[in-house]
């Protein structure tokens, strides 16, 4: 009997574990860490617009971009904490030196060399309601022709616009 009840609670906590990994809007990304006693948590009745600022190459080459790996830890701790979908409005904006990360895998390959590090999270983000913005001007300085672009990624005129644009509609910037 103590088998049993041993077994079928031990069953009960793996299946918990599970389906919180399944309810995990970015799979395999990261949460942020649970603090005992933390006075502010996500509230789900909050609308949260977030602009994540894409604007430096990451510092460890072939690694995903410090950056991206942060949007995707902000929105499964919003999901956590029970803020739903319609209640999260992230954005990235993606510019200067992290231009190239908008770039679909083969073309990312033949300007580098390697895969685009980025190109799974970017999918997953996108998968998990993220919008992705790239500036006009990088892409034309960077000579990035736009079927290289992942068709994920929205190219606008400028970064300027877009983060100027986004923080009038209640957006707050992160990075840069």
């Not at 685009?116 to 993220?130: C, S, T």
């Amino acid at each position: 009997m103590k088998k049993s009840f041993f077994y079928a609670t031990a069953l009960l906590a793996m299946s918990a574990g599970l389906s919180f990994a399944q309810e995990l809007a970015v799979p395999g990304a990261e949460v942020a860490k649970d603090v005992p006693n933390a006075k502010l948590t996500p509230n789900p009745k909050t609308t949260y617009k977030v602009l994540f600022d894409v604007a430096r190459e990451t510092p460890k080459e072939g690694e995903v971009n410090p950056m991206l790996a942060a949007t995707a830890r902000y929105v499964n701790t919003l999901a956590k904490y029970g803020v739903n979908a319609d209640h999260r409005k992230i954005a990235v904006i993606f510019h200067q030196g992290g231009t190239d990360y908008i770039m679909k895998n083969d073309a990312y390959k033949e300007r580098h060399g390697k895969d685009n590090p980025n190109a799974a999270i970017i999918l997953a983000l996108k998968k998990a309601g993220v919008e992705f913005h790239v500036c006009g001007q990088a892409v034309l300085g960077r000579k990035i022709d736009q079927k290289d672009i992942m068709p994920e990624i929205q190219v606008d005129l400028w970064a300027l616009t877009t983060i100027i644009e986004l923080e009038q509609q209640g957006y707050v910037r992160i990075g840069g």
